[in-house]
């Protein structure tokens, strides 16, 4: 753990270097984050001011929902998708063999070596919509809500690194394999709105297929206090499952790489 920690200090202080020589970046996604931010809250507002409900949620509800949505999106843009994009990279032009040789886990290194710091703008705003939709039922949310919120953040995180290592994984064998995680990108979007709203089909889509309901209508369900217990359990069960696999995988994946001698 401790290497780990070092590992990730040192690619947080390289991309912050890397993200410094460009600082109009900074007003540009603060830009960018607060448009899609208030977007998403204007839709919410036309929504409620034809309903109370929207499949059983209220508003603040729902905002709070948004708010994770946020968190997760930055999560993902901040370490996730750069560092596995850059990987897909890697292996389609040969450079991987510069990371398979250094002396530390190579899954560990193509997981965490890009950071894009700007993107916890993405993070903090998502915090700033969660407050909002806090405000007027603190009082209902109890510490083993907030509890269930971290497990539930951090099952539906594990979950979709996963989901995305996988589709990186599959690099040693396509060539054009980023264009399939413009899929998940596609079906995230769903995840501005419970699952519970959805048409059976797309529901089983959204949680088995591309998981976004356990990145983000699960923890939101956690912080209203309607998240039954078993399904946590099942979350975290779901996530170790998917954290095996994707190890696995990995390591498969890698006896396949040629390199680039070859």
């Known amino acids: 753990m401790r290497r780990l920690l070092s590992l990730a200090r040192m690619f947080v202080r390289i ?36 309903t109370d409900t929207l499949g ?24 996730i998708a750069p560092s596995l994009n850059r990987f897909m990279e890697q292996v389609v032009d040969g450079t991987l063999d510069f990371t398979l040789t250094k002396p530390a886990d190579s899954q560990v290194l193509v997981s965490i070596h890009e950071f894009r710091l700007w993107k916890t703008l993405d993070i903090c ?28 953040l951090a099952a539906g995180g594990a979950i ?57 209508t699960v923890p939101a369900e956690a912080i209203s206090g309607r998240l039954e217990y078993a399904n946590l359990l099942g979350a975290v069960v779901l996530a170790a499952v998917f954290l095996f696999l994707s190890r696995r995988f990995w390591l498969f994946g890698v006896r396949f790489y040629s390199g680039a001698s070859a």
Request: proline fraction near 2%; avoid cysteine; glycine fraction near 8%.
């Open 15 to 50: 991309g912050a270097m890397n993200e410094m020589a460009y600082r109009a970046n900074f007003w540009l996604q603060l830009f960018e984050s607060i448009l899609g931010a208030a977007t998403a809250l204007a839709t919410v507002a036309v929504v409620f001011s034809q």
């Open 56 to 79: 059983g949620w209220s508003r603040s509800e729902l905002t709070s929902l948004l708010g994770i949505y946020f968190v997760v999106l930055g999560s993902i843009n901040l370490v």
């Open 125 to 152: 705003l998502g915090l700033t919509v969660l407050a909002i939709g806090l405000v007027g039922r603190v009082d209902a949310v109890g510490w083993v809500d907030a509890v269930s919120l971290v497990i539930a």
């Open 160 to 216: 979709i690194y996963s989901f995305w290592m996988v589709l990186a994984t599959l690099a040693f064998w396509f060539i054009r394999i980023e264009n399939i995680t413009q899929i998940f990108w596609a079906m995230y979007i769903a995840g501005r709105w419970p699952i519970g709203i959805y048409p059976a089909w797309l529901k089983w889509i959204l949680t088995l297929l591309v998981p976004v309901a356990f990145a983000v």
